[in-house]
C-alpha cells in the first residue's frame, strides 16, 4: 500500500472535500484516497493500516463521510519550486517527476572529459545541454548519468585555444522538448596554448652583434676621405 498512489482530500469535521483545491498547511486535516477504489481511504486501526471504505454525505454530493482514523493531520510542511519550459510547445505527458542536479563531478581533460551528474529522478528520456550544444549522454541508473563535454570551440569557434574562463549552463532536456534548469553551470579554464614563435637567446645576442658592428662601421670615415701628406723629391 503506498501513499504516492492516494491523492489526498481536505477534511473539515470528519467530512473529505471531493472539489476542494486550497493548498494545505501545518496542522490541517486530510485524508488519503485510494485511487480507482469506491470511496475507499487509508485508515489507522489499531496500528495498522488498512482501508476504510466512506459513505456519501447525504446533504452535500461533494462531501464524503470518514471516521477518525481515516483523518490525518499535517504534521510538518515543506514547498520545493522548480522550473521548466516546454520548447517544443505544450505536451502530453507530465512533467513530473522533475530531475534534480544536487552535484557536477569532472572526470579526465582534453578531449576526453567526461562530467558526472548525480541527483535525482533521471531517466533515459535526458539529454544534458552545456548552454545550446548537445552533449554525448549515458544514463547510468535514476541517480547518476555521464556526458561528455563538448569542445570549447562549439561555443567559441574562433578560439582554438581558451584565454579566459567560460562560464555555460548546463540543463537537463526531455524527448519530448521539456528543458529543465539544473541552476548549475560548467565552467571552461584556460589551458596554456601554442606560443608564438621567438628567437632563441643565442641568435638574439648575435644579431644584436651584428647590429652593434654595422654602427661602428657607420661611424668611421672612409678611406677616400683622409688627406694625404706628399712629400716632394728633391
Known amino acids: 500500500m503506498a501513499i504516492s498512489q492516494s491523492p489526498f482530500k ?5 467530512q473529505a472535500l471531493l472539489e476542494a483545491d486550497d493548498p494545505v498547511s501545518q496542522l490541517h486535516k486530510c485524508a488519503f484516497y485510494m485511487k480507482d477504489t469506491e470511496r475507499m481511504y487509508l485508515c489507522l486501526s489499531q496500528e495498522r493500516i488498512i482501508q476504510f471504505q466512506a459513505t456519501p454525505c447525504p446533504k452535500e454530493s461533494n462531501k464524503e463521510m470518514i471516521n477518525d482514523g481515516a483523518c490525518w493531520t499535517i ?42 551528474l548525480t541527483g535525482d529522478n533521471f531517466s533515459p528520456s535526458l539529454q544534458v545541454w552545456f548552454g545550446d550544444v548537445e552533449a554525448e549522454t549515458m544514463y547510468r541508473c535514476q541517480e547518476s548519468m555521464l556526458c561528455v563535454v563538448p569542445d570549447i570551440s562549439q561555443f567559441r569557434g574562433e578560439w582554438l585555444w581558451v584565454r579566459q574562463p567560460t562560464q555555460v549552463p548546463v540543463s537537463l532536456v526531455r524527448n519530448d522538448g521539456i528543458i529543465y534548469a539544473t541552476g548549475l553551470t560548467f565552467t571552461y579554464t584556460p589551458e596554456p ?42
Open 75 to 116: 504534521i510538518s510542511t515543506d514547498k520545493a519550486e522548480y522550473q521548466f519550459y516546454e520548447g517544443m510547445g505544450p505536451v502530453r505527458s507530465p512533467v513530473t517527476p522533475v530531475p534534480i542536479v544536487h552535484s557536477l563531478h569532472l572526470n579526465g581533460g582534453g578531449d576526453v572529459a567526461m562530467l558526472e
Open 10 to 14: 481536505l477534511v473539515d469535521k470528519q
Open 193 to 234: 596554448g601554442p606560443r608564438p614563435h621567438c628567437s632563441s637567446a643565442d641568435e638574439i645576442m648575435r644579431q644584436a652583434q651584428r647590429n652593434q658592428g654595422a654602427a661602428q662601421a657607420q661611424s668611421q670615415p672612409a678611406i677616400t676621405e683622409n688627406a694625404w701628406n706628399s712629400h716632394g723629391m728633391h
